[in-house]
């Protein structure tokens, strides 16, 4: 004989069933591996790709000082026209552990890609 069951408060039946199907949907998606640690970014884009970028390798040129450049021009060659020139330098600075912008023929400096 079966017994029957009467719902004695449709609003806690309700918060019950929606609760269990949120539990299940959780541990479903943690069995199936949909719940990777990937976020996404403002564009909705996975941040994957930067991290691709990363692993990829360096984000800067090797350039060779010649004779008669300066810091400077270099900055000035490899930047946009919208590129402050002074941050270009102090980029350009900071990537090689420079002091001063002094640069020696021969030398070998890392620029940025993307000078900003």
Do not use: H
Request: aromatic letters at 6%; glycine letters at 6%; proline letters at 2%.
């Amino acid at each position: 004989m079966l017994k029957r069951y009467r719902i004695r408060s449709k609003v806690r039946f309700i918060l019950f069933m929606a609760l269990m199907v949120l539990i299940i949907g959780i541990i479903a998606s943690s069995l199936l591996g949909l719940n990777d640690a990937v976020g996404l970014n403002a564009a909705g884009r996975a941040d994957t790709e930067a991290a691709l970028a990363v692993e990829a390798g360096p984000a800067y040129r090797i350039v060779i000082v010649k004779s008669g450049d300066t810091l400077w021009d270099i900055a000035a060659c490899y930047a946009d026209e919208s590129t402050d020139l002074r941050k270009a330098v102090w980029e350009i600075e900071q990537l090689n552990g420079m002091e001063s912008a002094a640069v020696v023929a021969g030398q070998e400096l890392r620029i940025p890609l993307c000078l900003r």
